[in-house]
């Protein structure tokens, strides 16, 4: 009784004390959660940990098991808000998808051989997915140049045009990752809700874990489908560039980013240096943003898409992405070959002819590199670096003059056009911030940050040696084909 009246009192003086600064929410808001190494009990992430754990068998058989975008939690863990929350970084879901396809991979090969898919249907299924990357390499292109010019006027408040991109492609896939309805198999707003409903018996709360049970399903379903993963891999990651990210590090640092219509001003190298971190930490900091920003739209529209009915688009829509994403690619080569104005190949339809190949080569990287280090994703890795450096001797080439060519600067019109292309085409699509600050986000801190680190500091060092040689040396000139 003592001890219990102490309790209270005490309980009595905290109020007191917190009366006059009650409002204040610096005050009032709770402890940021942590992270526990201790078993939990079971709850809906086991639930969804044993659907993923399906869909990547699945994704073994077809050929997609290493792809970040399909691989990385949503980036709001807790839709809900629910009292508790608990992180899943990109490596315990790897790891724990794993080891239960490992323990079960010879008895389901056993208990069901007939369910294996024919090497037929594979082939269809890997068609299927290649010409959506297509299609939407290309609608992200457009996108991605789209947004440059629309952003690029005079005394724009950012002079890094690409940042406005990078933010509109991840703002995208922070909602493909979060959203529940869009490719869910049913639109029943109560088997989607990832509020749930209150429990209070034995009987609801046996319901509710079962409807727990089917959400996780839904969700892990969706990372299956040819369109979604032409959404996530193809435009979001298409829409965003980070080989353009070093770019215009470089150019900050060198002096020459500057707005529409805009002069130049020498200053020192201290403020050359202040602007390499100034758009570092503005490109970084903004496509985070944006990936959370994504998520929190797709929690808010769910109860209005919830109210759009299901179609079964799939039976269709597939066949119709084959005709449409490499009759769209073949046009856009006829296009190059034929214009209808020259000054559209510099500007657009060169870019379109090599969008494609950039986004495949990604899209081969990360199903072969990825999986080998579940802390370092090699395969992202791997095209943003060789993507930027690929950007680096185009940029240096097309602003050089070239003694093949008589000494024309990047080799005259069509080579300025083609060196252009690869810029804004290939290498835009072979590189991807929306992909990277996902990967950001889903790793432990201390390799998020090793791994971001070691991605700007590497990229940044390629762009500096290869059009710093050519800028401080015989110095770079203004394009023959200028495209503002």
Not at 101 to 125: I, Q
Not at 335 to 360: E, H, K, M, N, T
Not at 373 to 391: D, R
């Amino acid at each position: 009784m003592e001890r219990r009246k102490h309790s209270i009192e005490c309980a009595d003086a905290d109020a007191d004390a917190f009366g006059a600064n009650s409002n204040l929410d610096g005050l009032a808001v709770s402890s940021p959660p942590r992270e526990s190494s201790k078993r939990r009990p079971r709850n809906y992430q086991d639930d969804f940990d044993e659907a993923e754990s399906d869909l990547l068998e699945r994704n073994v058989d077809q050929g997609v098991a290493n792809l970040d975008e399909l691989a990385a939690p949503a980036p709001d863990e807790n839709p809900g808000e629910g009292p508790v929350r608990y992180h899943r970084s990109l490596e315990e879901e790897e790891k724990d998808i794993r080891q239960r396809r490992s323990a079960e991979e010879d008895v389901d090969s056993k208990r069901h051989p007939t369910e294996r898919e024919s090497p037929r249907e594979r082939l269809l299924w890997q068609l299927y997915i290649y010409s959506w990357l297509v299609l939407f390499s290309i609608f992200g292109t457009l996108a991605r140049l789209g947004v440059e010019w629309l952003t690029s006027y005079p005394n724009a408040p950012v002079t890094t045009n690409v940042l406005w991109a990078n933010f509109g492609g991840s703002l995208v896939l922070g909602f493909l990752q979060e959203d529940r309805v869009l490719f869910a198999e049913e639109r029943n707003r109560d088997a989607l809700d990832p509020h749930g409903p209150s429990s209070t018996t034995d009987h609801e709360k046996e319901k509710k874990r079962e409807m727990g049970k089917r959400q996780a399903e839904l969700l892990a379903a969706k990372k299956a489908i040819p369109m979604y993963i032409g959404l996530s891999v193809g435009f979001c990651g298409s829409f965003t560039s980070f080989s353009s990210f070093m770019r215009d590090l470089f150019l900050g640092l060198s002096n020459d980013l500057v707005g529409k219509q805009a002069s130049l001003a020498p200053r020192s190298a201290g403020w050359s240096v202040c602007s390499v971190l100034g758009i570092a930490t503005l490109e970084v900091t903004v496509s985070l943003s944006a990936l959370a920003l994504g998520a929190h739209v797709a929690i808010a529209l769910f109860p209005l898409l919830c109210k759009i009915p299901k179609m079964n688009s799939a039976r269709f829509m597939n066949p119709l992405a084959i005709i449409l994403g490499f009759g769209c690619w073949l046009g856009a080569v006829f296009l190059a070959i034929w214009p209808i104005r020259d000054r559209w190949r510099g500007q657009v339809v060169f870019a379109l002819v090599f969008s494609p190949l950039g986004c495949i080569l990604r899209y081969q990287l990360s199903l072969r590199l990825n999986g080998i280090s579940k802390s370092f994703p090699l395969g992202t890795f791997a095209a943003n670096i060789f993507g930027t450096a690929v950007l680096g001797l185009a940029y240096a080439l097309q602003h050089a003059p070239l003694y093949p060519t008589d000494g024309k600067i990047g080799g005259g019109i069509l080579g300025c056009q083609i060196l252009a292309g690869i810029t804004e085409g290939f290498c835009g699509c072979l590189t991807t911030i929306s992909t990277w600050v996902s990967e950001l986000r889903s790793l432990r801190k201390h390799h998020a940050y090793v791994y971001g680190t070691a991605t700007i500091v590497l990229g940044f060092s390629f762009v500096t040696v290869i059009i710093g040689s050519v800028h401080w040396t015989i110095g770079i000139s203004q394009p023959a084909c200028t495209l503002t």
